[in-house]
């Protein structure tokens, strides 16, 4: 009886690092429509931007929050509207133009000389909004990186999750990092605008780790 109890009791006590650890990890599935403007809260007045202001972007609270991942990515977008039916996955494509969207706000831009329609994050912290905005940074040779750990306002490559050779990849949080924003950067180039005509909806699960890596 006693070597039962004992057997119950270490497996018990085994059972508990296991459980921690899940507690500290939180998955979050989304949907982000085609119109989802990352920039949108940076806008004072939407009915000035040209084709339409689109949506605010998709929120998460990463308070707390070490590192992020993004899984099971699926659906389809387009930003041309009726004039064509050519659709993106989450990671965007090739269409014969490039992705040069420029400032907004605190917000920077981002460029890629390949792709449009990828799937875009930011984060920021309380104050942030009262920094300048900082350059925007050019993921037509980076978006297969392993490892991110983007400033507050850098607007960044987020796509399916996966780099081209199907590593999840991690970005690492700031310690005093409040929300995150996710959605896309279209317009092609300019300040992001022409939302009013995008189709198509991305699914994926935002997956949050409390602990960890991390770089505080």
Excluded: W
Excluded at 42 to 56: K, M
Excluded at 78 to 106: I, L, N, Q
Excluded at 191 to 216: E, F
């Amino acid at each position: 009886m006693k070597l039962c109890h004992i057997t119950l009791l270490v497996a018990m006590l085994a059972a508990i690092p296991a459980l921690a650890q899940d507690e500290e990890i939180q998955r979050i599935p989304i949907e982000i429509s085609a119109q989802a403007n990352l920039y949108f809260h940076e806008i004072t007045d939407t009915s000035t931007v040209r084709g339409g202001a689109g949506i605010p972007p998709v929120e998460i609270d990463i308070r707390g929050v070490k590192m992020i991942s993004f899984e099971d990515a699926e659906g389809t977008v387009s930003c041309f509207g009726d004039f064509d039916s050519t659709y993106f996955g989450a990671d965007g494509g090739v269409y014969g133009h490039k992705t040069d969207v420029g400032e907004r706000g605190a917000l920077s831009g981002i460029q890629h000389k390949k792709k449009v329609m990828f799937v875009t994050g930011v984060m920021i912290s309380e104050y942030s909004r009262l920094d300048p905005p900082y350059p925007a940074d050019d993921y037509t040779e980076r978006e297969n990186y392993e490892e991110l750990y983007p400033p507050f306002n850098q607007a960044f490559f987020i796509g399916d999750g996966k780099n081209a050779k199907g590593v999840q990849q991690r970005i690492l949080v700031r310690g005093d990092a409040t929300t995150l924003y996710i959605g896309f950067a279209d317009c092609l180039q300019g300040p992001a605008s022409n939302y009013r005509d995008n189709k198509g909806t991305i699914k994926m699960t935002v997956v949050l780790y409390r602990s960890g890596k991390g770089r505080g």
